[in-house]
């Protein structure tokens, strides 16, 4: 791998894990807001509650995957334009389309873990946060 690519790749992940731990907080923090009285209604211990988000995160990663990835290129790309960092690798002969390539390999890397993720991860975890959430 070049050092143009790792470069690129570690300015995107500074973007991407932030953007991701944001999303997912927001989302469960909305949902706590949102869910509590019932929870405090149905008597349901700070740790069964853990639990329940616990299974819930495989979930919401998968939503806000695509919101996270979105964001995170868009303020690389900013970054990377607001620095000139991007005008001189394009005067150093690298196109566009080599330096964006490595974003692009390590989102189908990305979707392809969501998708197993989804396939295996989230119904059991469903399932789980149901029986919690049905009181079983």
Do not use: W
């Not at 570690?10 to 894990?17: D, H, Q, T």
């Not at 700070?46 to 996270?68: C, E, R």
């Not at 390590?106 to 399932?127: H, Q, T, W, Y």
């Amino acid at each position: 791998m070049r050092i143009l690519s790792r470069y690129v790749l570690r300015e995107f992940g500074v973007y991407l894990a932030p953007s991701v731990v944001g999303f997912v907080a927001i989302f469960l923090v909305v949902d706590l807001a949102g869910r509590l009285s019932s929870f405090i209604d149905r008597g349901l211990t700070p740790g069964t509650i853990a639990l329940y988000y616990l299974y819930y995160i495989p979930y919401i990663s998968v939503l806000v995957l695509p919101m996270a990835m979105l964001l995170a290129c868009l303020f690389c790309m900013g970054g990377l334009a607001r620095h000139q960092e991007l005008t001189a690798m394009k005067a150093a002969g690298a196109s566009l389309y080599r330096i964006v390539l490595p974003i692009q390999v390590l989102a189908l890397v990305i979707s392809a873990c969501a998708f197993l993720v989804a396939d295996r991860l989230m119904p059991e975890g469903n399932r789980r946060r149901s029986a919690l959430d049905s009181g079983e």
